[in-house]
């Protein structure tokens, strides 16, 4: 399995120097995993920097990987390890995703340091 985080897309999809650190992972996409908040970040900055036809076809790009959707499940465990190691959003996300292909299923609340009883009104 192999996940590039959205500044590894844009060095790809720029041409940078540091493009070709990303290439092989990208390229070898029956191994790709495509976390859905890597899509909008990538998106969203090639829309505002260069235009929305070279988005879209950097959107398809990713696509040929495999995009994983997100879940109430994926949510919970990035918040969790969030928590666990004060990581943004879109980054826990992101390691979420990687340790769900890693670890065969989502993050419970005893591997992410501990959980809660919560009480809800009916």
């Known amino acids: 399995m192999n996940l590039v985080d959205s500044c590894g897309w844009i060095e790809f999809f720029c041409d940078s120097p540091l493009a070709g650190k990303y290439a092989h992972a990208i390229e070898n996409t029956s191994d790709l995993v495509v976390p859905t908040v890597c899509v909008y ?12 036809q070279e988005a879209l076809q950097a959107m398809a790009t990713m696509r040929l990987g495999r995009v994983q959707e997100s879940t109430d499940q994926l949510a919970v465990s990035a918040a969790l390890l969030s928590r666990q190691h004060k ?26 340091g ?3 009883s919560w009480q809800t009104r009916s």
Not at 41 to 52: A, C, N, P, S, W
């Open 41 to 52: 970040e990538v998106f969203k900055k090639i829309l505002t920097d260069v235009g929305e």
């Open 114 to 116: 501990g959980s809660k």
């Open 87 to 112: 990581l943004p959003m879109a980054d826990a996300i992101v390691y979420a995703t990687a340790r769900n292909y890693i670890d065969g299923g989502p993050v419970d609340g005893l591997t992410a």
